[in-house]
């Protein structure tokens, strides 16, 4: 199937496609319910609570702040059972929290239509995670189960005033429990089962509380055995194959009632498959060869299972100090995280060796943040700081081709490349929000960024070793022996500039507008495979995302919760991964491709309908579009309108969301909660030239779980895209023929199907 861009009439208007109405019954909804008595209770009350957010770095409700948010308490993550970011992936409007499906837990995510399909190590994102106040700056390794989190946010639209470079799209916070006031115990134990392979298995467990008068802690234990999720035509053995521990321990440390210490530390192990990928007939109308599935099935035939091995270390060590000054606090946030993988995938999604591919990956960084807060004279909220971050990144590849040509004992050629990439950033930055009277807040904003980056990187186009020993094959990572084609360095700055204006309708609703800045970093590309000498790696300049957002927001004393925004973004230098089929698999080339024009608006609302029954709607739609192109991207030779006409990648315009939550009284048992959503994304584009795309997205889940009346013990069963829907991590073209042989397909890494489980839960 040739993927089509959708008719310019409803590419450039796509409300035409019954968004007003979706809008009117989710208005209507709300407004209707607002009349009733609001007493909800238990799960669903869970549902109505404001949720503390750090999204302006300091502590407030999120129906406080003057920008698109989406905050999940723990108590909404538990009502919800929400177990990773990726349930969250077609929940929330204009957002994919989509996992790039390479290796588990590396996170490829898209904001109102910003996001950069790529596992390259060094390519920054557009979306940023930060975990308990500290960026993370490499997209693996990222993704875990939401257990035993205070929160999670997500900011939509660029946020370089206060996050910095490479949040251009958005940013995702996970913030970690600290150990409360008394003494708290949670274990929870749960297994899930789909249609094929076998069953996934949970356990997890928190325990802390205060040690004495100046010391409190915490730790929280996970680990998931999962079986696989789907069998292997090729052998008829369970493929998807995954063991994930993780142990967090927290201390808080309050010597004085002025001085704060949280120390936090966080190891995690994943092991199992590789890629779990699927060849079907590709945007060019080529079959994948010897196999070719249907995309909406889950079948794949792979002859190399592959392997993943990574580890994590993340130490985070956070002072947070009162001061008399403007009745502030002075907080610094050190970060160190180490991360290392090995692995190796099917890339041809053959049941013959066409393409395999081992990686070796090494990353280290180390960041500051110092900053202040304070209120002066009632009227100036200020926020300043520097940040200071640094890492190193130590990648190899290597590509093995043709081992159909020795009968599978050994590849018939060997390419071998990857790089070292360090990175130096530093930025000074402050804010300031001003009551210039009871009814209108001034905000301004701005930070000055440089970023130096230095590297030197072996392209596998030119290092390349043939049978029968491959004595020439060299390993960056794990032998040091590659010979650098390409060295360079490079220095970027930016400012980013932010003001906007916020008017309080009363004490419940305020609208605001604003403008914003944003730069996603310059680069390099550490996977050149092009035998092209004008495909350098790099450097490849920064992007730049200009904002205008207006937006309104209301809590209606606590009865309901409804947001709304309209957005404009121009972003100058789009900076894109394009993938292109190649002699030797997969040319991925990062250039800045286009000047480009994407807006939208998002609604979202909770409300009680009745004191036992909590609906929630939401629906995010975009129009995005080219202005002016720098590449060709559609492979004819010319940059013309047909390039320009092309749809954007990552940008659906579509989202919504549709849920229910009840509460039934049990008597003296206890209570029943049941709930049930339907989450719908549109097709998008994956690759640039859009030969490559993600298929429609229809999710239903749903669960009832069991309250105990004493408190202590959750039963539950819930099911998960109970539709079966399927979802390829990407949709990346495979040539015709390597080495003359015919392959044609995709690589598709697929996630999981329909999910059904069991959960039980204590709480001491």
Known sequence: MQYTAQPQSLKKHPLARGVAALL??????????????????????????????????????????????????????????????????????????????????????????????????????????????????????????????????????????????????????????????????????????????????????????????????????????????????????????????????????????????????????????????????????????????????????????????????????????DVAFGDGTVTNIFGWR?????????????????????????????????????????RYNVTTGVFYFDSEINYHERRELLGIATGGVIPGAQFDGGGNLLTETWGIFASVDIDLTDKWILSLGARYSEEDKETEIASLSRNISSPPTFATACNIVTLGNCAYDFVDDDKWDSFSPKIGLTYNMSDDAFVYGMYSQGTRSG?????????NPADTPGPFDQETVDSIEIGYKSSFGGRGILNAAAFYNKIDDMQREINLPGPIGVIQLVRNTAEATIMGVEVDATWGLTDSLVAIASVGVLDASYDKMLVDLSGDGVIDGQDKDLDLPRAADLTWTVGLNHDLELGGWGYMGSRISYSYRDESAYTDNNLGYIDEQKRVDAGLDFYSNDGHWVFSIYGRNLLNETLQGNDTQLPNTIGGVPLGGTFAPLSKGRRVGLEVTYNL
């Open 338 to 378: 180490d991360y290392t993988s090995q692995g190796r995938g099917d890339i041809d999604a053959q049941p013959v060796w066409m393409f395999h591919a081992p990686s070796w990956l090494d990353y280290e960084q180390v960041s500051n943040e110092l900053r202040y807060n304070g209120l002066f004279n009632e």
């Open 523 to 531: 680069g390099y590309n550490m996977r050149n495979t092009s035998f």
């Open 24 to 321: 009117g019954t989710v208005m209507a909804t709300t407004f209707t319910a607002g009349t009733q008595a609001q007493d909800a209770r238990r799960s669903t009350s869970a549902l109505l609570e404001e949720v503390v957010v750090t999204a302006r770095k300091r502590e407030e409700g999120s129906q406080e702040v003057p920008m698109a948010i989406s905050a999940l308490g723990s108590d909404q993550l538990e009502s919800l059972k929400i177990r990773d970011l990726t349930n969250l992936s077609v929940r929330l409007p204009n957002v994919a929290l989509d996992d790039v499906g390479t290796a588990r837990g590396t996170a490829n995510f898209a904001i109102r239509g910003l996001g950069v399909n790529s596992s390259i190590p060094g390519i920054d994102p557009t979306v940023g995670v930060i975990i308990d106040g500290v960026y993370i700056g490499l997209n693996n390794g990222i993704l875990f189960d939401t257990f035993d989190l205070e929160s999670v946010e997500i900011l939509r639209g660029p946020q370089g005033t206060l996050f910095g470079r490479n949040v251009t799209g958005g940013a995702v916070l996970l913030n970690s429990k600290k150990p409360g006031d008394e003494f708290e115990f949670t274990a929870r134990a749960a297994v899930d089962q789909g249609p094929d392979g076998g069953p996934s298995r949970y356990i997890m467990a928190s325990i802390g509380g205060p040690v004495n008068d100046w010391l409190a802690a915490r730790v929280t234990a996970y680990h998931n055995d999962d079986d696989g999720f789907i069998e292997n035509r090729f052998d008829g053995e369970d493929v998807g194959v995954i063991r994930q521990t993780m142990v967090r321990p927290v201390a808080v440390l309050t010597p004085t009632d002025a001085l704060e210490v949280i120390l936090r530390y966080e190891y995690s192990e994943v092991t199992g498959d590789g890629p779990i990928a699927q060849s079907h007939t590709n945007g060019s109308g080529v079959p994948g060869f010897p196999v070719n599935f249907e995309r909406d099935k889950f079948d794949v035939s792979i002859d190399d299972v592959g392997f993943q091995d990574n580890e994590t270390n993340a130490f985070t060590a956070q002072v947070n100090y």
